[in-house]
């Protein structure tokens, strides 16, 4: 796979809203994305621009994904909170840019294209107790000036019971491995799995 990998151990002084952060997603993470200096999901002049965030007990990540024509890019930063002083910052550890789908862009493409026939995640509230760690992974469509935003809770755990969570994880594992990063890390082997309804 080939592409730019660079470690930027760079420090953001940003000081989480928790008020945007719980009740405005999508505030959340335009502001998140900007200090990361990646362009805005809305308005973007790409055919098609999507972003993933991907929300770890232990790593983040986020990757944006995009098609001009015949152009397509790609770019992915692990990132973590970290405590300075008083305030929660960002810290970038790395970035990787261009990355070279391992079945090449086209076929990348389509299980792209099929994400916007995904309906949003359901939280199934009664089940989660039965979580084995609270990860989710959100996501921001910008197509020819419309934006999506949807999130997804643990679709390693909700695959068993809902059909959706099983497209969403099997194209995560697969992204994994078209650019050859571990970005989903989920908990594939379960204590108990959820029972069906």
Do not use: C
């Amino acid at each position: 796979v080939r592409g730019d990998s660079s470690v930027l151990n760079k420090l953001i002084p940003y000081t989480e809203d928790s008020t945007v952060k719980n009740s405005r997603q999508e505030l959340f993470l335009k502001n998140l994305a900007q200090l990361m200096d990646m362009p805005a999901v809305q308005g973007n002049d790409a055919d098609l621009y999507l972003r993933i965030w991907f929300w770890d007990v232990d790593n983040k990540y986020v990757i944006s994904l995009s098609k001009k024509g015949k152009h397509y890019s790609n770019h992915i930063v692990e990132f973590w909170s970290k405590r300075v002083d008083s305030s929660e910052n960002i810290f970038i550890h790395r970035e990787w840019k261009n990355m070279v789908p391992g079945s090449g862009w086209e076929n990348l493409w389509r299980k792209v294209q099929e994400l916007q026939q995904i309906d949003d995640g359901k939280k199934f509230e009664e089940l989660k107790g039965q979580l084995t760690q609270s990860s989710y992974v959100q996501f921001e469509i910008g197509d020819r000036g419309k934006y999506r935003y949807f999130e997804y809770l643990q679709p390693s755990f909700y695959r068993y019971v809902d059909s959706n969570s099983g497209k969403i994880y099997d194209f995560l594992k697969n992204l994994n491995e078209e650019l050859n990063v571990t970005v989903y890390n989920p908990a594939d082997k379960l204590y108990l799995e959820p029972a069906k309804k």
